[in-house]
C-alpha cells in the first residue's frame, strides 16, 4: 500500500521557472492538501481540495495553482518560480467527514530550491 | 480563522527525563487535536490524538492532555531515549466541519541528550 506518493523528491529550478509537483493517493480519501514547510515556520497550508472538482486557497496561496486531475490526484504548480519559493513541499490526504479518520497522512516531501 | 501557538521551539531533556511541550489555540470550534513527529528528512507522522469530548489519552511512554476552557493541550514524554529526538507539532481543527485541513504550531525541536 503506497499511501501518498509525491514526485519528485528534488528539483532546483532558476528564478523564472515553472514546474509542477504531482502527487497521488491510493486511499481512497476524499480530501487533498499542499503544504510548505520553512524552517521556524512550521507547516503551512497553501491549498487544499475537499473533494474531487473543488480547489480552495489556504493560508499561503500566492504564486502556486493547483489542479484536482481525479480523485487520487492533486497537484501544484509554480508558474513562475522566485527564491520565496524555495522550500519543503508535502502532499497530504484525509477523509475529514467518515468521524474517526481525520488522521493526514504525508507524502514524503520535494525539496526545492529556486536560485 | 484558527492559530496555534507552540512552546517552546527547542526543548533539551537528558535521557530518561520526561519532555512536555505545550499549544495553544484561538477557535473555540475546534475539537481534533493531533501530535505528529517529524525525524530528519522524514515525513511527519501522527503519534497521538485527543478530542475534545476526552481530557487525557495515553499510549505507552506519550500522553496528551486537553483543556478546552483554557483552550491548551499538552503533549507529554516521559522516560525519553535517543529515538525520541525530533521535531513535534500540534495541530487544530474542526472534526466533521469541513475538509480545510489542519492548522499547525510552529514545531518544537526535541533534543535528547545522552
Known amino acids: 500500500n503506497a499511501g501518498v506518493t509525491q514526485t519528485p523528491k528534488f528539483q532546483v529550478l532558476k528564478t523564472g521557472q515553472s514546474m509542477t509537483l504531482q502527487c497521488a493517493q491510493d486511499m481512497n480519501h476524499n480530501s487533498m492538501y499542499w503544504y510548505r514547510q520553512d524552517p521556524g515556520m512550521g507547516l503551512r497550508l497553501i491549498y487544499y481540495?475537499?473533494?474531487?472538482?473543488?480547489?480552495d486557497k489556504g493560508e499561503v496561496p500566492n504564486g502556486y495553482n493547483v489542479s484536482r486531475l481525479n480523485k487520487r490526484e492533486f497537484s501544484l504548480r509554480l508558474e513562475s518560480a522566485a527564491p520565496s519559493q524555495t522550500s519543503v513541499y508535502f502532499c497530504?490526504?484525509?477523509?475529514?467527514?467518515?468521524?474517526?479518520?481525520?488522521?493526514?497522512?504525508f507524502g514524503s516531501g520535494t525539496q526545492l530550491s529556486v536560485l | 480563522g484558527e492559530n496555534v501557538e507552540q512552546h517552546p521551539s527547542t526543548l533539551s531533556v537528558q535521557e530518561g527525563d520526561s519532555a512536555v511541550i505545550k499549544c495553544t489555540y484561538s477557535d473555540s470550534a475546534s475539537n481534533y487535536f493531533p501530535w505528529y513527529k517529524q525525524e530528519l528528512g522524514k515525513r511527519p507522522q501522527l503519534i497521538i490524538d485527543?478530542?475534545?469530548?476526552?481530557g487525557e489519552k495515553k499510549d505507552q511512554r506519550i500522553a496528551v492532555t486537553l483543556n478546552k476552557t483554557a483552550k491548551h493541550f499538552s503533549l507529554h514524554i516521559t522516560e525519553t531515549q535517543p529515538e525520541d529526538s525530533a521535531v513535534y507539532f500540534c495541530?487544530?481543527?474542526?472534526?466533521?466541519?469541513?475538509?480545510?485541513?489542519?492548522?499547525f504550531g510552529k514545531g518544537t525541536h526535541l533534543i535528547i541528550q545522552p
Open positions: 495541530a487544530a481543527s474542526e472534526e466533521g466541519g469541513g475538509a480545510d485541513g489542519l492548522t
Open positions: 497530504a490526504s484525509r477523509d475529514p467527514w467518515t468521524g474517526t479518520n481525520e488522521k493526514l497522512f
Open positions: 485527543i478530542r475534545s469530548n476526552v
Open positions: 481540495s475537499a473533494s474531487e472538482g473543488t480547489t
